[in-house]
């Protein structure tokens, strides 16, 4: 213990002067000193474990159902309610006070997951039209917030509305059809809807947006009656193909509508990822700041569960290593083998960090496979047209060109065998292990990322989640099978 102190409190610190050894007068050093230390890093979780053991039996003592995750200093809260979120907070506070630490009040953020739409405001209430699957058949209608149901509806007709299917929460929606029949509805975001009945119905946004007060629709446009959210949105839509009237466009025309608007909004940056407003507020009466998505241990954790906000962050992180490197890429002394094996060491792997947990869709893997290419579109020219007559041209190689010269795995090919070398670590690990914990229970729920897993399990021929259990205790045998092969990987073009 002595030891200890003595290496803490009579440390002193100089600072060289030059490089042939002149040293500037030492002095006491009091800050910054916990950092350098080797032994610091021991100490700290030492003390950080035992305020965290703290917390844990004061929130079981005080009935506080917490779950934490943490990794260093790095700590994060999960709570089911707001409330309890900031009980939890509250007394991790009061445990780390207890041996000296604090929580940096401005560093942390706030997060609300999968939560219940609010009450909307009347006169924010929106309608769209969906299309919703029903015994084979497909019915379209309007869909229309719930807090709204007033301004379509006398109140006589809504009262004859059975509510008691939904237990703990209101209905979000009110679904009318197109020949008058209307139900309560409960949406969720996976894209099924339970009807007043309880029924549960898989259903389909085809657009037109609007708000129910029809004062709010302020750019109609004349021709079709579609409404848009500025001028300029308005003006263009009457140069394209797409005015044309809701009766004429068919159910496949409309859902494509859709999508095109809903691209052109995510182009202009309009669609951002909602921040749900929860109120946490510290022991100091410090408001917590809400977010719509962190960066937890070099990851961005986003609250709608998906990865396309991580994955955009990566390309522009390895797309900056890519820049920084241009001196080596250009290079005409090094080999193109070598600038390949330097490209996957220092690029490929900034830019598939923490790949095995993404959910990907298939744009995602556009976008992944697009910078892919166009990298190794730069790095194998030398080898493509070795004769470069005029430099400037443009390289319009195919991308069955690159990657046949290039010799690599297409980015869909190695995110698999990332995903599956990581599930037969976690299969091979300790069953009481969080991680596999998580993985099992994550299997169960039938969640996105258990479906891309289960669909790599197909196509390298393991089949289902209980044969990758048994062949994963074998590491030699779940290489062989889990290891990206030629015959794997289809090219997409
Ligand atoms: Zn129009």
Not at 48 to 70: E, H
Not at 71 to 80: K, Q, R
Not at 138 to 160: A, H, I, P
Not at 286 to 304: A, D, M, Q, R, W
């Amino acid at each position: 213990m002595q030891l200890i102190q003595k290496l803490y409190m009579t440390s002193t610190i100089s600072v060289r002067l030059s490089m042939d050894g002149a040293w500037a007068p030492a002095f006491r050093q009091r800050v910054g000193i916990r950092q350098g230390c080797s032994l610091s890093p021991a100490l700290f979780v030492l003390v950080l474990d035992f305020a965290l053991r703290v917390f844990t039996d004061t929130c079981s003592q005080q009935n506080i159902p917490v779950q934490w995750l943490g990794y260093a200093d790095d700590l994060v809260l999960i709570s089911t309610a707001e409330v309890l979120a900031q009980q939890a907070l509250h007394q991790l506070q009061a445990a780390c006070a207890f041996v000296g630490l604090f929580v940096n009040v401005s560093k942390t953020e706030c997060m609300a997951v999968d939560t219940r739409s609010e009450e909307i405001p009347k006169l924010k209430a929106m309608k769209e039209r969906v299309l919703v699957r029903w015994d084979h058949a497909e019915y379209s209608g309007w869909l229309m917030d719930w807090s709204g149901r007033f301004s379509v509806m006398d109140n006589q007709k809504l009262t004859s509305l059975d509510l008691s299917k939904f237990v703990n929460t209101l209905p979000s929606h009110l679904l009318v059809y197109d020949d008058g029949e209307f139900t309560s509805v409960l949406v969720k975001k996976s894209g099924w809807l339970m009807d007043g009945d309880g029924d549960k119905h898989r259903f389909k946004h085809l657009g037109f947006q609007e708000f129910l007060d029809d004062s709010q629709n302020k750019f109609r446009c004349p021709a079709c009656s579609a409404v848009f959210a500025t001028d300029r949105a308005l003006a263009t839509h009457t140069k394209t193909q797409w005015c044309r009237k809701l009766e004429v466009l068919s159910v496949d025309q409309a859902r494509q509508l859709r999508r095109t608007r809903c691209a052109n909004e995510k182009r202009i940056g309009k669609r951002r990822a909602t921040i749900v407003p929860v109120k946490v507020v510290d022991i100091d009466g410090n408001c917590i700041t809400p977010v719509s998505e962190f960066k937890y241990l070099g990851t961005l954790v986003s609250n709608h569960g998906g990865s396309t906000g991580e994955i955009i962050r990566r390309i522009q992180i390895a797309a900056s290593v890519f820049t920084h490197l241009k001196a080596i890429w250009g290079s005409t002394i090094l080999s193109v083998a070598l600038k390949l094996r330097l490209f996957s060491a220092v690029v490929a792997s900034v830019l598939l960090y923490n790949s095995q947990c993404w959910v990907v869709t298939a744009n995602d893997v556009r976008l992944l496979e697009g910078f892919y290419f166009r990298c190794l579109r730069h790095l194998t020219r030398s080898t493509r047209c070795p004769v470069q007559t005029n430099p400037v041209t443009v390289d319009k190689a195919s991308k069955i060109d690159v990657f046949r010269v290039a010799n690599v795995l297409v980015v869909e090919a190695i995110l698999r065998e990332r995903r599956l070398r990581w599930l037969g670590h976690l299969l091979r690990s300790d069953l009481q292990d969080t991680a596999h914990q998580c993985l099992l229970r994550e299997m169960g729920s039938g969640s996105p990322w258990s479906k891309i897993v289960l669909n790599d399990l197909q196509a390298v021929g393991v089949g289902s989640f209980s044969n990758a259990e048994r062949l994963a205790a074998n590491r030699v045998n779940w290489r062989a099978a889990s290891l990206a092969r030629p015959g794997l990987h289809v090219l997409r073009l």
